[in-house]
């Protein structure tokens, strides 16, 4: 049996940082959107040349952005910005000089730049992206009393962020007590936080805890929330009880991430209930909710392996409906579909195929055309 590409579901971090973040991110200096992979590997190597005088810190990456996309007039009042800063702690994060980004921060006044608490969540986020919980620990706990900062919102989330991953549940209850007694109400971003925290860290009797935690600050649930809780059943091999959750929520009227069915059919498949993945899939494509990061073939392979073939044809005809010429089949799954039409004696079904297969694909007419000869008449 030729083997299949296993689905690999979006990262749910990164789908949590796109609807939760309230972040300063690190910018493109033409636009309000995140560095692309290029432009960040190509900013670490200036940065890895920089030592700890802050001049070159401030000088190394944002800033050296900004300069270039700012007219000549404006450059002065630009690299004097506290975000420009904020971008070069976090790139240390990146790099993992966790050491690098808290040196920066301690000298930005020496830069000229009234430090405030935007520099403070900077260096949190850089010691989450160092993975080095122990900093942010320590960031959280003395900074804002050495440096007279007022923990903000966004604070509390990255601490409450860092310390569910790390396990430390505690610490993360404590921070939901320190924001009560500053008067800051907790938000959506911090629940997300604990919940897929919580999951992360295998503390999984936390997230009932959670749950009443929202009621309680009347906090409602959103597709956030049931997404992190959907996709973390399913990596735990709990699918039916990930599909009550999708029930609820459109029950309730809430849009699900169209990642969440990514998820759900897999789960689905992994335990063997095809029929309800198939279910769901026609669910996905008859709603009009198209995960980018499907593999269509994905699940027409493991129907072909488990000899279902009127099921994978199905889904076929359903994913070039719904996706239309966006999606390009791999030509090895679409072959395991023709060749098992053909072994239960479907051999219209498999002629058929490959015509569509050539028309909307042509790359490989020439291999289709040698198997299509080869058929039985």
């Not at 039916?240 to 897999?266: N, Q, S, W």
Request: aromatic residues 10%; neutral net charge.
């Amino acid at each position: 049996m030729l083997p299949f590409a296993r689905l690999r579901p979006i990262s749910l971090n990164l789908l949590l940082r796109r609807r939760f973040s309230s972040s300063s991110s690190i910018l493109s200096p033409d636009s309000n959107a995140p560095l692309s992979s290029k432009e960040k590997t190509g900013a670490a190597r200036p940065l890895r040349k920089t030592e700890r005088n802050p001049e070159h810190v401030a000088s190394s990456v944002a800033i050296s952005k900004l300069r270039r996309s700012s007219p000549s007039g404006e450059r002065r009042t630009v690299t004097r910005d506290e975000s420009a800063i904020c971008g070069a702690i976090q790139y240390y994060g990146w790099l993992g000089k966790i050491d690098e980004a808290i040196n920066a921060f301690k000298h930005v006044e020496e830069l000229g730049i009234r430090r405030t608490v935007k520099s403070l969540n900077a260096l949190l986020h850089a010691s989450i992206e160092a993975e080095d919980y122990e900093e942010t620990k320590r960031i959280y706990m003395e900074f804002p009393r050495i440096y007279s900062l007022e923990p903000d919102l966004e604070t509390f989330n990255t601490a409450i962020e860092a310390f569910c991953k790390s396990g430390s549940t505690s610490l993360a209850y404590s921070a939901l007590a320190e924001m009560d007694r500053k008067g800051v109400k907790p938000a959506e971003t911090t629940f997300g936080n604990m919940l897929d925290g919580f999951y992360e860290a295998e503390k999984y009797e936390e997230v009932g805890k959670v749950l009443n935690l929202t009621q309680k600050y009347g906090v409602s649930l959103n597709f956030c929330h049931y997404f992190i809780r959907i996709t973390r059943l399913c990596e735990l091999r709990k699918p039916g009880e990930a599909e009550k959750l999708l029930d609820e929520m459109l029950a309730r009227g809430i849009t699900p991430f169209p990642e969440a069915y990514v998820f759900l059919i897999h789960g689905f498949c992994d335990e063997g209930r095809y029929d309800v993945a198939k279910k769901l899939f026609k669910s996905m494509v008859n709603g009009s909710r198209r995960p980018y990061n499907f593999r269509y073939d994905y699940f027409i392979q493991r129907l072909c392996e488990r000899g279902d073939f009127d099921g994978a044809l199905q889904i076929f005809k359903d994913s070039v409906d719904s996706v239309g010429e966006d999606w390009d089949p791999t030509f090895l799954v679409m072959k395991s579909l023709v060749d098992g039409l053909v072994s239960v004696n479907k051999v219209d079904e498999a002629r058929e195929l490959i015509t569509q297969v050539k028309e909307r694909w042509p790359g490989k007419t020439d291999s289709w055309d040698e198997i299509k000869a080869g058929l039985p008449q």
